[in-house]
T-cell receptor
Framework: GQNIDQPTEMTATEGAIVQINCTYQ??????LFWYQQHAGEAPTFLSY????GLEEKGRFSSFLSRSKGYSYLLLKELQMKDSASYLC?????????????FGKGTKLSVIP | DTGVSQDPRHKITKRGQNVTFRCDPI?????LYWYRQTLGQGPEFLTY????????KSRLLSDRFSAERPKGSFSTLEIQRTEQGDSAMYLC???????????FGQGTRLTVV
């Protein structure tokens, strides 16, 4: 299988930093995505990593280690509106390369 | 551009009935994807179109499910003889060149009673 594992829930304080981890099976790896999804809404694209390292985009950063099958999403200066589910998704090469395999999502609650 | 549009947003149907959902992708996007998302889960891939050609289908897409994209623009997803297990959010996404650029619609929430 191609299990994508991420924590089910996390809670963090407004203004703080939170790191959401994701692990995946490395065989055939061809890119990793992070999406944000508010309840009842569409997933919205946050970041894409295909090479090792850190990609920074404003308050959000995403890191990838291909050899370890590991990524994290870092959210800085948390705001109440950041309360949402964060989905890690992987694209695998070969048959099925047009589809993304999603994890179950991490529900982040930002508290005052 | 108004983004990916899905219709209806909500659908309640009785078990055994047929339902059809529509997806209008972002104009000029030649790639279209259908996903299904149940509560507490991430989206699961159902099928993929490049223009009017259906190039990939998941094992999840049983023979009760059929998807079309007749003119390479909008797409429909039909579920025949609905079952309670079909209750889910059905998401459509589109992209121009690559799935890295995919944008999702707000989905159709199906409830089978």
């Amino acid at each position: 299988g191609q299990n994508i594992d991420q924590p089910t829930e996390m809670t963090a304080t407004e203004g703080a930093i939170v790191q959401i981890n994701c692990t995946y099976q490395t065989s055939g790896f061809n890119g990793l995505f992070w999406y944000q999804q508010h309840a009842g809404e569409a997933p919205t694209f946050l970041s894409y990593n295909v090479l090792d390292g850190l990609e920074e985009k404003g308050r959000f950063s995403s890191f990838l280690s291909r050899s370890k099958g590991y990524s994290y999403l870092l959210l800085k200066e948390l705001q109440m509106k950041d309360s949402a589910s964060y989905l890690c998704a992987v694209r695998y090469s070969g048959a099925g390369s047009y589809q993304l395999t999603f994890g179950k999502g991490t529900k982040l609650s930002v508290i005052p | 551009d108004t983004g990916v549009s899905q219709d209806p947003r909500h659908k309640i149907t009785k078990r055994g009935q047929n339902v059809t959902f529509r997806c209008d992708p972002i104009s000029e996007h030649n790639r279209l994807y259908w996903y299904r998302q149940t509560l507490g889960q991430g989206p699961e891939f159902l099928t993929y179109f490049q223009n009017e050609a259906q190039l990939e289908k998941s094992r999840l897409l049983s023979d009760r499910f059929s998807a079309e994209r007749p003119k390479g623009s909008f797409s429909t997803l039909e579920i025949q003889r609905t079952e309670q297990g079909d209750s889910a959010m059905y998401l459509c996404a589109s992209s121009f060149l690559d799935v890295t650029e995919a944008f999702f619609g707000q989905g159709t929430r199906l409830t089978v009673v």
